[in-house]
Each structure stands twice: as C-alpha cells, then as structure tokens.
C-alpha cells in the first residue's frame, strides 16, 4: 500500500475562496482523522470517522469547515470562506481498527491563505 | 485546555548528552503512544505502552507508562544529530478520538 496520500501538497489561495483537502486512506483502515497543526496549537484534532461515519466533529473550529468520506477510500475537508487564520498544515491519518491503533499520516497539505 | 501536557516544549543539548521529555494528563488512557515527527512530514510511531508501568527500549530510547496510566516519559541515552526532530505524545480518552500533545521540539547540536 502507498500509505495515506493526501492531496495537494501545498495550497495558496485568497481570503474568502473555497479551499479542498483531499485525502485517501490506507485501504481497510476503519478510522480517518483530520488535524490541522501550527507552532502555537500543536496537532489538533477536527473530526474523525469511522467506516465513513462522522463520529466526532466537535473540534471543528466554525461553520466554514466541513468535511465528507462519501466511502471508505477517499475523503474531503473543504474550507469555505477561506481566512487567512486557517493557513495551517492538515494532515490525514487513519487508524485500522480499535485494536491496532497506530496512526499512518499522509505528508499534509500546507494551505496559506493570503 | 490541552488534554496532553508536554515538557519542555523545546530542547536543545549537546550530542552525547542524556534528556528526558514528559507527558502528562489528568485523566486515565488505557494507552499511550509516542511520535516522531520531521520537517515536511506527518508523525510516525515509535512505541505504544499498555500497562501501567511498563517499559519499552527502542535502541538508546526509553519509554515508560506511569503506574496510573496518566503519564509517560521518553529518555534518550547519549543523544545524536538524527534524534533531531519533534517528539508527539497521544492517546485515546475514549470512543478512538485520538488526541495528541502539543510536542517537544528536541535539537541535538553536534
């Protein structure tokens, strides 16, 4: 497997555009979280799945995020209106099951909003 | 409010040098894990402890679990350049919601 792959690598967009991050998990994996990191807030964690359920979304900083896994081997976090407080490195991760609970992280997207 | 406390948020020492980084909670994880995260990628697993207690040795690293489960620590025996990196711990408060410290961000100056 190639491991979680994220999509794209890095994004510079303008205040109030619509932003995508792509991600795809390893395949069989039963868990999918989304993190946005800065140096003042760490990694912190915005919603996550399991089998393609929203379980928790309570990190979710506003109603301008939101995120989708329409199926088990692709998801979406779209940011709409951007600002440029969002400018941030997201990462995907996901997690085989409730058991083997290590996290695979794809390589992050590196949004600047301008 | 961080649910993971690390210490100290940043390090910098000699090569050779010994160090130890903390991580500590309030509450109780049935596991914790530790990352290591370099520049330009995602975190990468590098131990999980279970039980209370418990040690784990990864070469010159040193994992330990506290006994109330709230707590761990990472040792580094005779440090080296490529220890360089950011140090994450996480665990899960339950229901999976896997959370992580802010990090411990360790430079080791040849």
């Known amino acids: 497997d190639a491991g979680v792959i994220q999509s794209p690598r890095h994004e510079v967009t303008e205040m109030g555009q619509e932003v995508t991050l792509r991600c795809k998990p390893i395949?069989?994996?039963?868990?999918l979280f989304w993190y946005r990191q800065t140096m003042m807030r760490g990694l912190e964690l915005l919603i996550y799945f399991n089998n393609n359920v929203p379980i928790d979304d309570s990190g979710m900083p506003e109603d301008r995020f939101s995120a989708k896994m329409p199926n088990a081997s692709f998801s979406t976090l779209k940011i709409q209106p951007s600002e440029p407080r969002d400018s941030a490195v997201y990462f995907c991760?996901?997690?085989?099951?409730?058991?083997?609970?290590?996290?695979?992280f794809g390589q992050g997207t590196r949004l600047t909003v301008v | 409010t961080q649910l993971l406390e690390q210490s100290p948020q940043f390090l910098s020492i000699q090569e050779g040098e010994n160090l130890t980084v903390y991580c500590n909670s309030s509450?109780?994880?049935?596991?914790l894990q530790w990352y290591r995260q370099e520049p330009g990628e995602g975190p990468v697993l590098l131990v999980t402890v279970v039980t209370g207690g418990e040690v784990k040795k990864l070469k010159r690293l040193t994992f330990q679990f506290g006994d109330a489960r709230k707590d761990s620590s990472l040792h580094i025996t005779a440090a080296q350049p490529g220890d360089t990196g950011l140090y994450l711990c996480a665990g899960v408060p339950g229901a999976q919601k896997l959370v992580f410290g802010q990090g411990t961000r360790l430079t080791i100056n040849p």
């Open positions: 991760a996901s997690v085989e099951d409730r058991y083997n609970t290590e996290a695979f």
């Open positions: 509450s109780v994880f049935s596991s």
């Open positions: 395949s069989g994996h039963d868990y």
